[in-house]
């Protein structure tokens, strides 16, 4: 009963770390230095998930855990801004590959994501409390 | 007189083992309370009181109260300890024991409260909680069935 409870959470933690990139992402999406200040574009991140193995339910369910989060290697988008101080040498500045209309459609999925998960964690206390009732 | 008669009326039942979960479900409660409480805190780790070991404690004190050798029942205010001796060395790892599934991401503030986590935790504390209260209310029910000769 209760680890029908835990796969849901994992599912919860999940999506907020996915939406987190995606808020990195976003919030990021006209850097144009490293963490150094160094002219260097910022890379978009992307969460994966996997199989949590060690949370299972008797019914052969499994939790889900962040796998890894990938770095994007898409190049980098170039503008031409020749009075900018990060410009190449040909006075293009280089953009992080950032794609809003992807983000935020990479937002909404896992907000619903999300929401479905706090469904199913209804679903799964409304069950015990309707056990309980058999002793009530 | 009357006292003795109670205790033993309640030493009977259920109930002594229920109010031990409920006051443990209470403590346990207050405690992930603060670790909500200290979402945004820096250098803050989670705290629990382990609901396994809590469970394995209980197990043992009604076995020994189950214990036909011993010459009489546990009094009702004596602790329910398993057995004297490393009683207190279990007391300590009580507070420092956090389940695993607790365990989740540092952050960069050097704190680790994933407040999912926390939410899910007092859900099944409160869960385990209803439970115990529950089966209690029937107990008195069923007492007062007994008194009263009539099904309430």
Redesign the interface.
Known sequence: M?SS??V??SG??AQ??RLNAISSNIANMSTTRNERGEPEPYRPRYVTFQTDTD?TTPGGGAGVEIGSVRYSNEPPRMKYEPGHPDADERGYVHYPAVDMTTEFVDALEATRAYEANIGV?EVT?NL??QT?RI?? | MEVAMLSTLFRSSTIPVLERVVNFTEARHGVLAGNIANLDTPGYRTRDLSPTLFQERLKEAIEVRHRPALPAYPTYDEPMAGSAGRGGDRELEVFRKVDDSMKSILYHDDSDVSLERQVNEIVKNQQQHNLAITIMASQFRLLRAAITERVA
Do not use: G, P, Q, Y
């Open positions: 209760f409870l835990d849901s959470t919860l933690v907020r770390a949370l964690i206390k015990s409390e309980l002793v009530a």
